[in-house]
């Protein structure tokens, strides 16, 4: 996962742009692959804080691409990653748009995503724009992989399916918790509402995920941890508030007949899917509370029954998941596992093993031809956690389908 380039491949071309807050890599490799690290705008935490900032028109490899792998890491000012423990990153989302061009400067100078502004989702099934993402993990992303075999690649920039007068451009959606001092670290890591400065009239004011003012057995999870709110510290502690940035590397190719285009579907185990007696209807909730039970070693179940409209061949799958995740695991409708993901808890005090966080999810690679999903065909998903109170759990499979498994050129 950490493996970067062939030190011989590293000296066939390098630019380095440098400025004092960003910079970036590029690097051109032997075959085909490029590769590029950029870092974000930076955000201040302090200990307690919460940030959860959108940066808009992030840099992004330009031109008709196929991207192999986005993988990120939260860093300091001086570039070095941040352990989980000092700050948490809750999830980081990377969403594509395409924003009209005669707007733009309305839109990166005023943030004002209501007009010009056209979200272009994944192809997964949860409705409007829930779980929009192409990329996007959490505390997991150093250790999940997110590299496609070849000759699969995410196809972005093709020029005929960018409407006139529109760009393509991406934006991150990011949380973060600065859990410093933090008097309970790991219900602040779960957004209990309990334990951060909410305002008074909060549940008056506040409107969750189906537009309804959010009900006071709301305990906690996104819509308490809110840009800025505070996480109560222990008595007494005071640390420096610091700017942390995301590094994020991409890799990608040049798009022609030699890559094989494919579907991206994030699925949710949240999802209410109901039929209005000729189509699906879905009604993803992307987060869940696990309720105060007594005495039970099995784990908890969400369990989601998803209708896919179309199918394919699956050749990559992992999921996103919180710390207490046991696994989740994505069943085809006559009960063949497709796909099961299981976490990696740290067991240390170096980044990437951070202990009792999870550090990583595995990820499954069927041969590809060897796992179909039929089109109609309905996956049930399956996400388990210990079952303890938990807030803001989320159980989400990413898949990756096929139509083809080979381009349509001969390779000598
Ligand atoms: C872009 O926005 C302008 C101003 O609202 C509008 O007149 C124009 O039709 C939009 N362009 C497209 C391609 O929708
Ligand atoms: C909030 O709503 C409750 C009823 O749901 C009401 O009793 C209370 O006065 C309201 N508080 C404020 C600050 O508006
Ligand atoms: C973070 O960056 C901003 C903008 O560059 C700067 O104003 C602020 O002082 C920085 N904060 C810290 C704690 O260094
Ligand atoms: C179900 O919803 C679709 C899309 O909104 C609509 O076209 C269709 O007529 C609806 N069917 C019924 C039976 O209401
Ligand atoms: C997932 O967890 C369940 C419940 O503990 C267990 O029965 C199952 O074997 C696990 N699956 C895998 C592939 O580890």
New binding site residues.
């Given amino acids: 996962m950490r493996k970067v380039f062939k030190p011989s491949i590293l000296l066939l071309s390098i630019i380095v742009f440098l400025s004092t807050k960003r910079f970036s890599i590029f690097v051109r490799a032997g075959n085909d692959i490029e590769s590029a690290t950029f870092v974000s705008e930076s955000f201040e935490v302090g200990p307690g804080k919460i940030a959860a900032k959108t940066f808009l028109d992030i840099k992004f490899p330009k031109g008709h691409i196929g991207v192999k792998s986005f993988d990120v890491e939260l860093v300091d000012e001086d570039g070095n990653s941040v352990p989980l423990y000092e700050t948490y990153i809750h999830h980081w989302f990377a969403i594509k748009y395409f924003e009209?061009?005669?707007?733009s400067q309305n839109i990166e100078q005023y943030h004002d995503l209501r007009?010009?502004v056209v979200f272009q989702r994944n192809q997964g099934t949860c409705q409007g724009y829930m779980l929009p993402h192409y990329w996007g993990l959490g505390a997991e992303s150093r250790g999940t992989s997110s590299n496609l075999p070849d000759p699969f690649a995410v196809e972005l920039g093709n020029p005929i399916k960018l409407?006139?007068?529109?760009k393509e451009k991406w934006m991150f959606n990011i949380m973060a918790i600065d859990t410093r001092g933090a008097h309970n670290r790991k219900g602040c890591t779960e957004c209990r509402c309990k334990l951060l400065n909410l305002p008074k009239d909060f549940y008056n004011i506040t409107k969750g995920i189906d537009g309804q003012p959010l009900s006071l057995s709301y305990k906690g999870g996104l819509f308490c941890c809110q840009d800025n709110l505070q996480c109560k510290l222990k008595k007494g502690f005071e640390g420096p508030r610091r700017n942390l940035s995301l590094r994020y590397k991409i890799r990608w190719v040049d798009w022609d007949e030699h890559q094989v285009p494919l579907n991206f579907y994030i699925l949710d185990a949240t999802d209410r899917v109901r039929s209005n007696g000729s189509i699906a209807i879905h009604d993803c909730q992307a987060e869940y509370t696990i309720p105060r039970i007594h005495d039970s070693d099995s784990p908890h179940v969400q369990k989601a029954n998803i209708p896919m409209e179309k199918g394919g061949y699956l050749f990559y799958g992992t999921a996103h998941m919180h710390t207490g995740v046991v696994n989740a695991t994505l069943y085809g409708q006559d009960g063949r596992i497709l796909c099961t993901s299981t976490p990696k808890y740290g067991t240390g005090k170096e980044v990437g093993n951070e202990k009792g966080y999870v550090v990583g999810m595995s990820g499954c690679y069927p041969k590809p031809g060897s796992m179909k999903i039929n089109d109609g065909e309905i996956l049930t998903l399956e996400s388990r956690y210990e079952n303890k109170f938990r807030t803001g759990a989320m159980g989400h499979f990413y898949i990756y389908l096929a139509d083809q498994l080979h381009t349509k050129v001969v390779k000598d």
Avoid: E, Q
Avoid at 100 to 103: A, W
Avoid at 163 to 166: A, E, V
């Fill in positions: 009209n061009i005669t707007l007009n010009g409407p006139y007068g529109f």
